[in-house]
């Protein structure tokens, strides 16, 4: 069993109902945390309807003395059997805007932001956890059609069109997702503003963590999008855009050619060229690290050092 001390599972069942055992956590930009949670009770009688879709936390201690959350709700509580005196049970936790992936609709918008939409989507679930952190402009779309989509599926289908992504902040009974298109919107974590890198390094008694592995890889990706449109209401003017991102090796010359670009406005055009190369070189160089440093976490900065 997990150090209590360190672990806490706060759940509506009541203190000390479930024990913390283990955690696997997978999270990422713009993707639906994934929390995977075994605990243990002592009580064979739980009614597992209690906590399905209901809100839980993992509370874990930090060695600086702070506390990092683990917020969700349960979209699955199993039964898995029994661990000597105790009744062994697993729980999968999503944060809120999985729900909406449980629910589709046929619908028009008009005269609205993607933000806007995003925005009355959420209120239409009563949704109120979320906040914005946007230095864009977005333009207004004349009519949007959500046609047999998920709620999910719509709203990230309409944030990926415009560049816009997310990430999670988290708080005991508490997940607040972060609308953000730009470095502007990140913060470091108290106590992690800055990590020390100690090559091959094990195990030992460093009290805020390390990083003990770095490295990178890059990829052959396109260089250059090009989009075109056309307006029969100005039938002669030519609707092109495109934008590039020139690389220091020989293939970086490809191009990637839309039509329609769903454009009458250059500027507009202009914009989504510039987010279609960006969506592809998000992912020219990416480091790959291991680290013991506990408090840090997806959506926020830190220096690395050493």
Request: with cysteine; aromatic share 12%; glycine share 6%.
């Amino acid at each position: 069993m997990a150090d209590q001390s360190q672990f806490e599972l706060i759940t509506p069942l009541g203190a000390n109902a479930l024990l913390f055992h283990t955690l696997d956590a997978s999270e990422a930009l713009s993707r639906i945390s994934e929390y995977e949670i075994a605990c243990l009770s002592e009580k064979t009688d739980l009614d597992l309807d209690a906590i399905l879709g209901k809100q839980v936390s993992l509370r874990m201690m930090l060695p600086t003395g702070g506390k990092r959350f683990f917020s969700g709700h349960v979209t699955r509580f199993a039964h898995t059997g029994t661990q000597g005196r105790f009744q062994t049970y697993h729980a999968s936790l999503r944060p809120w805007p999985w729900f909406l992936s449980r629910t589709a609709d046929c619908r028009i918008f008009q005269a609205l932001t993607v933000p806007d939409i995003v925005k009355k989507v959420f209120a239409d679930h009563g949704l109120s956890d979320f906040r914005l952190a946007l230095s864009g402009q977005y333009r207004t779309r004349d009519y949007c059609v959500q046609y047999r989509e998920t709620d999910l599926d719509f709203i990230s289908r309409l944030l990926e069109e415009e560049g816009i992504y997310y990430f999670f902040e988290h708080a005991q009974n508490k997940c607040t997702l972060v609308l953000a298109d730009a470095y502007a919107a990140h913060a470091s974590v108290a106590d992690y503003a800055s990590i020390e890198f100690v090559e091959n390094r094990q195990g030992g008694a460093d009290e805020l963590g390390f990083v003990s592995n770095w490295h990178f890889e890059r990829q052959v990706l396109p260089g250059k999008s090009m989009l075109m449109d056309y307006d029969f209401t100005k039938p002669s003017v030519r609707l092109e855009a495109s934008a590039s991102v020139p690389r220091g090796h020989d293939e970086s010359k490809h191009e990637l050619f839309d039509y329609p670009g769903e454009f009458d406005q250059a500027a507009d055009g202009q914009h989504y060229a510039q987010v279609r190369i960006d969506e592809q070189h998000a992912q020219f160089e990416l480091a790959h690290a291991q680290t013991s440093a506990r408090g840090l976490a997806v959506g926020h900065l830190f220096k690395l050092t050493g």
